[in-house]
């Protein structure tokens, strides 16, 4: 059991918010935050880790109940380390097609050897809107980008991600599949061993 009975979920992402419910399971009550906004709060932070903690503060303080978000993204080697924290903004708002297609285009010459990435994950849990210790945990997972979209589950960069371990995208993996090995799956591995669950 969680040190708490209910926990809202602080993500407005319906791919993320199935894959966090899938992996919590029924160890706690969940409800989302748009139950209590529909309004998403504007991510400032120059890191993950600043803007989970934003998000989770927001849903804590709309909801009155502890916290959890996720703020995640997309690295790509050849490109510094973007789109990064601006991954879901990557092509301006509009949308994940949008954001793919304008990454396949920006790696179109560039061969498989320097097209390495990491999915980067971090959750903060809040207890309370105001909690001067949020719980952070990081997840990586590492593949490369693939030059054509390959695969149906999933959301997001899903169907641009190789998974050297399984030989396939991450869209063309079950969702069982990617909820034991993603950046997701790593970080709430960590959550769980932090509050004792593990
Ligand atoms: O902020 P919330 O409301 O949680 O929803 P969001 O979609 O805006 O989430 P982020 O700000 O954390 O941006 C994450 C971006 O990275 C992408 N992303 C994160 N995890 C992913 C995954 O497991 N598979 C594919 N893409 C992922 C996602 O599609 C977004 O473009
Ligand atoms: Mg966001």
Redesign the pocket.
Known sequence: MMPFNELVL????A??LK?LQAMLGDSVRVRSVAEFSLE?PE?TGLSFIE?AIL?ARNASRLSGLPAL??????AVDFLGGAPGIY??RYADGKG?AA?NAKLLDVLKDVPDAERGAQ?V?CLALVRHADDPLPIICEGLWHGRILHAAQGEH?????PL?WVPERNCS?AELPASEKNQL???ARAMALLKQRLGLA
């Not at 602080?10 to 992402?13: K, L």
């Not at 978000?69 to 997309?74: E, F, H, R, T």
């Not at 999933?154 to 899903?158: I, P």
């Open positions: 602080a993500s407005h992402n791919g993320k894959e998403e991510e803007n998000k978000a996720d703020d995640s993204g997309l991954s879901a994940d954001n999915f994950c999933g959301f997001g960069y899903d991600f991450s993603s950046h997701r």
